[in-house]
């Protein structure tokens, strides 16, 4: 699939091509102008990066004896044979699986319950909380992962009875404590974006609902949130593919608790193989990675919008 | 946006029927009131504590009550912090503002013009681009950092600015909000005028098309500023010199020293507070400009 995307953009940048199949495209100097940067900064940091990580995943080391030089050989698909006998990453794999199955419901529960809130006449107060509920969306990652690293441990949590009863950084809880972290930082924003697409609903739906004596648990459920579906589908791709490239909070957490193995999640995987070095493996796993994520997103996308025809 | 928010709570209120169940809706009034406060503590507690632990200094961190002021010494950690290493904490901040700042800016430029340039021209090939492109936002950045340290090994790019900020300026998704936007925004009747005037397409696009334009570029802007000041992947795969690491990236450097180096500690939450504030001043700013650029991507 990925390999699949590489000629368009030489297409539509060189003009040949176009002239032989159309007499005459107006304005052709100007479209050129303006797609042009795009394209040649898309293929260059997109387009070229995939295609080389897909030629490096083909490659193998080899060594004449022991101590001989390394040379790299086309070795088909030896690494994508490692990637699949690769335990940790499909452990790492399938945590995040676990984690996305469990995080980006609740999250996306909790942003869609506030958007309605937010949209509906029982709530007074609405521009502090919209406010005070995306302020966690300006704390990047890493420091909101530092924060709350803070909050549980069990010694410098200001909740200190209750950190000192549960160990939120045991093995047990640490990817649900990770799964905090994300949660706090993005139901916000989640937040926002269905609001946005609860505010374009045109106000005569609702009046005229009203006026068939529906309640506004009624109208939400029945008008609202059908109409505001495309931008839960967007929330939700965003989230998937947040979820399968998680690394900052992880990697801070790692500091806090010594159940986060430098493996936990692939691309911390992909982090360490690269590391070793082992760059072809390491690609390898980016390819895989990349692959899902896209597969995971698509028919995500495809399935919604069966659903929603 | 408020504007629009002020005048639909009236409406709404006009029209509630409170007359004919006024007692569901105090319960129901009351019900999302205390959601809603629950959850505002949950979210600024967090940073309540950050700012309260960073004006105390290092024993009273430890022995007074976390959520509440001791002794005033934020002034004195923002100076300790300044001055630590060499005032390396400021040239991270520096060259956060720089990655993401001009990073941003040079993405939203180049996306909105072939945001544009799809949804106003027609060309061959112009669905496969635009496909193409959104494949693009379905590609996990992290996934291409690995390949990208690679070439950029072979160009002897790696550990300086431009590995990090050269892969940032490349935005997809600001091109499919900036295609839709022009779309729905930019009327085939004023760039015909605008040819009529005797302007020409660049001259057009730059004094007509891209005010209407303003609020999705806004949100592409900020969209892309975020990211940058946000990616974590890159750095940690780019850098190696501490002189230029961007702010999150250095805290974090910081982070993972604290059980050698304990006195880090404070200078990681006042670091962490002093960098939080960009953001904010930024959004707060730009707020007005960009929430309609954020309905008009979701909704379509």
């Known amino acids: ?309 | 946006m408020s504007m629009l928010t002020r005048t639909r709570g009236a409406t709404a209120d006009d029209l509630k029927i409170s007359g004919t169940k006024p007692k569901e809706s105090m319960i129901s009034r009351g019900a999302a009131l205390l959601i809603m406060g629950v959850f505002t503590l949950y979210f600024l507690v967090p940073i309540w504590w950050l700012f309260v632990s960073a004006t105390k200094d290092r024993g009273q961190f430890l022995t007074t009550p976390s959520l509440w002021f001791a002794d005033w010494n934020l002034w004195n950690n923002i100076g300790d912090l300044i001055n630590y290493g060499d005032g390396v904490y400021l040239r991270w901040l520096i060259n956060s503002l720089g990655y993401a700042g001009i990073g941003a800016l040079l993405a939203t430029i180049v996306a909105g013009m072939c945001g544009y340039a799809l949804a106003k021209y027609r060309f061959p090939g112009r669905e496969l681009f635009f496909n193409v492109i959104l494949g693009g936002v379905l590609v996990p950045a992290t996934a291409l950092a690995l390949p990208l340290f690679l070439i950029f090994s072979q160009v002897n790019l790696t550990n300086t600015y431009w590995a990090v900020l050269l892969p940032s300026i490349v935005s997809p998704f600001g091109v499919y909000l900036s295609r839709i936007f022009a779309a729905a925004s930019v009327p085939d009747e004023l760039i015909e005028a605008s040819r009529i005037d005797g302007a020409g397409e660049l001259r057009t696009f730059f004094t007509v098309s891209i005010r209407l334009m303003t609020p999705a570029l806004v949100t592409v802007f900020l969209f892309q500023f975020v990211a940058i000041w946000n990616n974590f992947f890159l750095p940690l795969i780019m850098l190696r010199s501490e002189e230029l690491f961007p702010v999150t990236f250095g805290l974090y450097a910081w982070n993972t020293q604290l059980n050698q180096i304990p006195e880090l500690r404070t200078y990681v939450l006042v670091g962490s507070l002093l960098s939080v504030i960009p953001l904010i001043v930024t959004f707060l700013l730009l707020q007005r400009f960009w929430r309609n650029g954020l309905g008009s991507g979701s909704v379509k």
């Not at chain 1, 790492?92 to 999250?107: K, N, Y």
């Not at chain 1, 009046?207 to 529906?214: H, I, K, P, S, Y």
């Open chain 1, 1 to 309: 699939m990925t390999l699949d995307i590489e000629s368009p953009p030489a297409r539509t940048a060189g003009p040949r091509k176009a002239t032989k199949r159309r007499a005459h495209v107006p304005h052709k100097g100007a479209i050129a102008l303006f797609a042009a940067p795009f394209g040649v900064l898309f293929l260059a940091f997109y387009l070229i990066p995939i295609g080389y990580a897909v030629w490096q995943s083909l490659q193998v080391v080899e060594r004449d004896g022991t101590y001989g030089e390394p040379r790299q050989v086309f070795g088909w698909f030896t690494q994508y044979g490692l990637v699949f006998e690769s335990g940790p990453f499909w452990e790492s794999v399938g945590r995040m699986f676990l984690f996305g199955a469990v995080q980006v419901p609740v999250m996306l529960g909790l942003a869609l319950l506030f958007a309605l809130l937010l949209d509906s006449p029982v709530l007074k107060g609405k521009r502090f909380f919209r406010l005070a509920f995306f302020v966690p969306y300006a704390v990047p990652g890493v420091i909101a992962a530092i924060m709350w690293g803070f909050l549980m441990s069990p010694n410098l949590s200001p909740f200190t009875d209750v950190t000192r009863a549960v160990d939120f950084l045991s093995p047990q809880l640490v990817l649900w404590s990770i799964a905090n972290v994300v949660t706090w930082v993005f139901v916000g924003y989640n937040m926002l974006i269905i609001y946005s697409a609860l505010l374009a609903i045109p106000q005569e739906i609702f009046e005229a609902a009203r006026l068939d004596g529906a309640g506004q648990i009624r109208i939400a459920w029945a008008i609202k949130i059908p109409m505001v579906a495309p931008a839960i589908v967007l929330t939700a791709i965003f989230s998937i593919i947040g979820t399968l490239q998680l690394l900052a909070e992880p990697q801070v957490f790692r500091s806090f608790s010594a159940a986060v193995s430098s493996t936990f999640t692939p691309n911390m995987t992909v982090y360490a193989t690269n590391s070793i070095p082992n760059v072809n493996l390491a690609a390898a796993f980016s390819v895989v990675l990349a692959l899902t994520t896209f597969i995971l997103s698509f028919a995500f996308l495809k399935a919604t919008q069966r659903k929603a025809d």
